[in-house]
């Protein structure tokens, strides 16, 4: 089992920059796949990034190519979602999760593990 929590979430203009970490339990972590996802207001959830337990393969919701960057380090359990020229419209409550499956996937209901979620604010 992994535990998950999130942290680095907060109150930023348009245009700046956030780092959120997710800080996992549990001495298997280099295997599980781990996702971002977000939640705003009113709306679904909805992937955002995910990298694999390597390292060697991530995704990206399109909204955030090239704004937004995954990457993890297995030997401190954590993953990193740094996220620049962010928008307003990047509100939301924030997610990390951990997939134990095999292949890599955007599908919320194919993670497992779920942290509480940080809140990110991003004001105009």
């Known amino acids: 089992q992994v535990q998950l929590v999130e942290s680095g979430g907060g109150l930023v203009q348009a245009g700046g920059s956030l780092r959120l970490s997710c800080a996992a339990s549990?001495?298997?972590?280099?295997?599980?796949?781990i996702g971002w996802f977000r939640q705003a207001p009113g709306k679904e959830r909805e992937f955002v990034a995910y990298i694999s337990g390597s390292g060697s393969s991530t995704r990206y919701l399109d909204s955030v190519k090239g704004r937004f960057t995954i990457s993890r380090d297995n030997g401190k359990n954590t993953v990193y979602l740094q996220m620049n020229e962010l928008k307003p419209e990047d509100t939301a409550v924030y997610y990390c999760?951990?997939?134990?499956?095999?292949?890599?996937?955007?599908?919320?209901?194919?993670?497992?593990?779920w942290g509480q979620g940080t809140q990110v604010t991003v004001s105009s």
């Open positions: 549990g001495r298997t972590f280099s295997s599980y796949t």
């Open positions: 999760a951990a997939d134990q499956g095999v292949v890599t996937t955007t599908q919320i209901l194919e993670y497992d593990y």
